[in-house]
């Protein structure tokens, strides 16, 4: 079983910066892909960006502000967040799709953690 773990999400002022992290643990042996997904109030789940295979793709609404790194070796992957705006507001998950030591390949997401954006 694997588990990811985030950290980092909080409260930040208009055109701030907020980095978030998330670490996977447990049975690996491949880490196949990371990112992020975010949800706002009353809307539904949307990708922020993944990397995969040393690309990473974007969504629109956040190329130029947000950029997704990885640190292979601790299976962690990273989102720095600049001029966040208002609208950037959710509950923000860690996702990565994942090789067991059994072989078994699946995609898992992390319980989330909260944006704030807000004078």
């Known amino acids: 079983q694997v588990q990811l773990v985030e950290s980092g999400g909080g409260s930040v002022q208009p055109g701030g910066p907020l980095r978030l992290s998330c670490a996977a643990s447990g049975s690996i042996r491949r880490v196949n892909a990371m990112g992020w997904y975010r949800q706002a109030p009353g809307k539904q789940c949307e990708l922020v960006g993944i990397?995969?295979?040393?690309?990473?793709n974007y969504a629109d609404f956040v190329k130029g502000r947000f950029t997704i790194s990885r640190d292979n070796a601790l299976n962690t992957v990273y989102l720095q967040m600049n001029s966040l705006k208002p609208e950037d507001t959710a509950v923000y998950y860690c996702y990565a799709d994942v090789t067991t030591i059994a072989y078994v390949t699946y995609e898992t997401w992390g319980q989330g953690t909260q944006v704030t954006v807000s004078e």
């Open positions: 990397s995969r295979g040393g690309i990473t």
